[in-house]
C-alpha cells in the first residue's frame, strides 16, 4: 500500500521510513512514523531500535512517554523502580521522570515510542 501523496506514503514498512541523527545515544537509531506533516501534527510516533545490551540514556523532561515493544525483550528503568517488557508489552512514563529502556536480549530491541510535539524536533512539513 505505497501509494503517494505529495511526497507521503499511506504505508509501508518502519524499516524503509528514514534513520533519524542520534548524536550520542550509541547502537540506539529512530525513524519517525507519523507527525508534524507526516499526518498527526499533534504527537510524534517514533520507532526505536536498540543493539542487544544497548540502552536509552536515563533522562527526564516535562512530557510524557506511551512505549509498545515491537520486538525483544527490555528492562524499562522509572526512576528507582524497574518493569520487564516484551513484544507485545506497553508502558507509560509520566513527565518529570527519569526513565530509560535497557535491552535485556541478544537480538534487537524494536519499539514505539508516542510523544507530544513538544517532545521531539522532527517537522516534515
Keep these: 500500500m505505497e501509494r503517494e501523496k505529495e511526497g507521503l506514503y499511506y504505508g509501508?514498512?518502519?524499516?524503509?521510513?528514514?534513520?533519524?541523527?542520534?548524536?550520542?545515544?550509541?547502537?540506539?537509531?529512530k525513524?519517525?512514523?507519523?507527525?508534524?506533516?507526516?499526518?498527526?501534527?499533534?504527537?510524534?510516533?517514533?520507532?526505536?531500535?536498540?543493539?542487544?545490551?544497548?540502552?536509552?540514556?536515563?533522562?527526564?523532561?516535562?512530557?510524557p512517554h506511551y512505549v509498545i515493544i515491537l520486538e525483544g525483550q527490555a528492562r524499562g528503568v522509572l526512576g528507582e523502580a524497574t518493569c520487564d517488557l516484551r513484544a507485545g508489552s506497553w508502558a507509560y512514563v509520566p513527565p518529570d521522570e527519569e526513565h530509560c529502556f535497557?535491552?535485556?536480549?541478544?537480538?534487537p530491541l524494536k519499539f514505539l515510542c508516542i510523544v507530544p510535539r513538544r517532545g521531539d524536533a522532527f517537522d516534515a512539513r
Excluded: A, C, I
Aim: hydrophobic fraction near 25%.
Design 31 to 63: 525513524r519517525v512514523v507519523f507527525g508534524p506533516g507526516r499526518f498527526w501534527d499533534d504527537h510524534v510516533v517514533r520507532y526505536f531500535t536498540t543493539e542487544g545490551g544497548g540502552k536509552t540514556p536515563f533522562h527526564s523532561h516535562d512530557w
Design 102 to 107: 535497557e535491552n535485556t536480549g541478544t537480538g
Design 12 to 29: 509501508g514498512s518502519l524499516e524503509d521510513l528514514p534513520q533519524e541523527p542520534m548524536e550520542g545515544h550509541g547502537g540506539v537509531t
